[in-house]
């Protein structure tokens, strides 16, 4: 039993990180069997934006309360800061660390499945691009804000967590246009070809999205890229 789990798992493994280029639009391609399933895996970009620009300017409201405008801003450069280290350590830790934490049942399989593997099987699929807000908000009150909350002060809690919130959205966007865009930004072109490379060459290294600083301090940077 162990051994066909493995390989039924070797198997997953290795078809979601083999691109596929479909002809016609994935929208029109049905990938789960419930209805449920099937609405929650499509996000449209401009989602993210609806659900997490309000909860920003609610934080950044809330930190000018306690704390003066400079500060706010001092914040909320260091929650960016702070966001591009949690942008790589999820998508190289969380995302791609499936050989290392991912239990070998189909259930949670099917949960990677719908998180990221579906992502990389189908990358071009404009609807299962961006994270979906309801499972960006499950990591940010799980994960992200009790992380950070260990290591700010309890003033500066509210513009730390717009900045990590602005980097995300940030993120997302910049991830949707590498995908659907022509970018004129020599920043945005380079992280383009980098993404690309990610998914066509290899998925095991070159995990910033909006940048490449946490790949080259650890050593994961794409060659020539």
């Not at 493995?6 to 419930?34: C, G, S």
């Not at 499509?42 to 920003?56: A, G, H």
């Not at 800061?81 to 791609?96: C, G, I, K, P, Q």
């Not at 004129?184 to 992280?191: D, E, T």
């Amino acid at each position: 039993m162990w051994a066909k789990e493995t390989a039924d798992f070797d198997e997953y493994l290795q078809w979601i990180n083999e691109p596929k280029h479909l002809i016609n639009p994935v929208r029109d391609v049905i990938m789960f069997d419930d209805a449920f399933s099937e609405w929650v895996s499509k996000t449209p970009w401009y989602r993210v934006l609806i659900v997490w620009i309000p909860i920003v300017l609610w934080h950044i409201y809330a930190s000018l309360q306690v704390v003066g405008l400079l500060e706010t801003c001092f914040g909320i450069l260091t929650g960016l800061a702070m966001w591009t280290f949690a942008e790589y350590m999820l998508h190289r830790f969380l995302f791609h660390g499936e050989g290392l934490w991912l239990p070998r049942h189909p259930k949670f399989i099917a949960a990677h499945f719908m998180f990221h593997g579906i992502h990389h099987a189908f990358p071009m699929d404009q609807y299962r691009l961006v994270f979906p807000p309801h499972l960006s908000l499950l990591l940010w009150f799980c994960m992200v804000k009790p992380a950070a909350g260990l290591v700010t002060p309890a003033d500066y809690v509210n513009c730390v967590g717009a900045g990590i919130q602005i980097g995300y959205m940030a993120y997302d966007m910049i991830h949707y246009w590498t995908h659907h865009a022509e970018l004129n930004c020599s920043h945005l072109k380079s992280m383009k070809r980098y993404h690309m490379l990610h998914h066509y060459r290899n998925g095991e290294i070159g995990f910033g999205v909006s940048n490449k600083f946490w790949d080259y301090v650890f050593k994961t940077e794409i060659p020539d890229a």
